[in-house]
């Protein structure tokens, strides 16, 4: 998580020396990347110059039926997709930190 958020506000500070402006997107996944985290994500992004909007992405599990295929083990197996009621919430939670949210 650490290189993530080195390598986010690196690329922030590129952006911002190209005059350019940087869209986050975020996979809500529940019980891994949800409300849990969401204030975080949120002091962070406001945090960096140059962050233009963030797009949250709902998670889905419409590649697990691939993972049977080829034999492999899906390790998100059983984790549901979030809801549009919690979408909106996460959605709000972000825009409370002042950023623009798609």
């Known amino acids: 998580m650490d290189l993530i958020l080195a390598n986010t506000g690196l ?3 590129v952006l911002q020396a190209r005059g350019r402006a940087l869209v986050i ?3 809500l996944i ?4 949800d409300d849990r985290s969401i204030d975080d994500l949120g002091e ?3 945090s960096l110059p140059y962050v233009k ?10 590649g697990a039926d691939k ?3 080829l034999g492999l083990k899906y390790s998100l197996k059983g984790i549901r997709a979030p809801t ?3 979408m909106e919430m996460y959605k709000k939670a972000l825009k409370k930190k002042g950023l623009t949210v798609l």
């Open 11 to 13: 690329a922030s500070g």
């Open 53 to 62: 909007a963030v797009e949250l992405l709902a998670y889905h599990n419409y």
């Open 44 to 46: 962070f992004l406001a």
């Open 84 to 86: 549009a009621e919690e």
């Open 25 to 27: 997107r975020q996979v």
């Open 67 to 69: 993972y049977d295929l």
């Open 30 to 33: 529940p019980g891994i990347a």
